[in-house]
């Protein structure tokens, strides 16, 4: 069973940066999908940013566009992401998730649904 840790949340004022990991552990290969979403309090959980990681195809939510990035070190099994320019609407849980194949879908996917392997978050918080 994958198992997903986050890291590297915390409370920063707007303009702020913050770089939120995702160790990944107890894998037989790396996962194809791999995504970063957030839950903030009273609203559903939505994607961030997911990669396709064989490949390295990112895509993103239009509102963190040329804020956020998403990257993968296999090397240290850890999934990133860096985060700029951050505003008190980016305040929220933040989860990592993770799915191993591709039977049915086309990654990167942005669909909830789609990953079976999910963190338990951290959080973010921005102040004005």
């Known amino acids: 069973q994958v198992q997903l840790v986050e890291s590297g949340g915390g409370s920063v004022q707007t303009g702020g940066s913050l770089r939120l990991s995702c160790a990944v552990s107890r894998y037989n290969y790396w996962p194809t999908c791999m995504g970063w979403f957030r839950q903030a309090p009273g609203k559903e959980r939505e994607v961030v940013a997911a990669?396709?990681?064989?490949?390295?195809?990112?895509t993103y939510v239009n509102s963190v566009k040329g804020r956020f990035t998403i990257s993968q070190d296999k090397a240290k099994s850890t999934l990133y992401l860096q985060m700029y320019s951050l505003k008190p609407e980016d305040t929220a849980m933040y989860y990592c998730?993770?799915?191993?194949?591709?039977?049915?879908?086309?990654?990167?996917?942005?669909?909830?649904?789609?990953?079976?392997?999910w963190g338990q978050g951290t959080q973010v918080t921005v102040s004005s």
């Open positions: 998730a993770a799915r191993l194949d591709l039977a049915g879908i086309v990654c990167p996917t942005v669909r909830e649904g789609n990953y079976g392997h």
């Open positions: 990669i396709y990681t064989p490949g390295g195809v990112t």
